[in-house]
């Protein structure tokens, strides 16, 4: 089964950047599976932050990171990526790539998938 890890989180003064990594396993390629990224912030419910098609040509923004994140991926190094700009204290939350072989749904839609890979988490605190 595929494996997903992420890195690159930390702690980060608010305005701040972050570039959170998803790599996948060795022997799986990624190329099959659209990525999400969620997160889930203490006391809250995991929502949906971006996603990107398998080729990388459709991507999908919650509204509330829009203008801020891009998600991007290198396939050809098996990973995906969240750079993640202008950082706000309620972006803090434990960050999650998931991957999905067969999308459903498209668009803003893109979250309700069935993810069948999903990463351990990478947390990210935004703090002064």
């Known amino acids: 089964q595929l494996q997903l890890v992420e890195s690159g989180g930390g702690l980060v003064q608010p305005g701040g950047s972050l570039r959170l990594s998803c790599a996948a396993s060795?022997?799986?390629?990624?190329?099959?599976?659209?990525i999400s990224w969620f997160r889930q912030a203490p006391g809250k419910e995991r929502e949906g932050v971006s996603c990107i098609s398998s080729s990388g040509g459709s991507t999908n923004y919650a509204d509330s990171v829009k203008g801020r994140f891009t998600i991007s991926r290198d396939n050809a190094r098996n990973t995906a990526y969240l750079q993640m700009n202008s950082l706000k204290p309620e972006d803090t939350a434990v960050y999650y790539c998931?991957?999905?072989?067969?999308?459903?749904?498209?668009?803003?839609?893109?979250?309700?998938?069935?993810?069948?890979?999903w990463g351990q988490g990478t947390q990210v605190t935004v703090s002064s």
């Open positions: 060795a022997g799986f390629r990624l190329d099959y599976y659209a």
């Open positions: 998931a991957a999905a072989s067969f999308t459903y749904y498209s668009g803003s839609d893109c979250f309700r998938n069935e993810y069948e890979s």
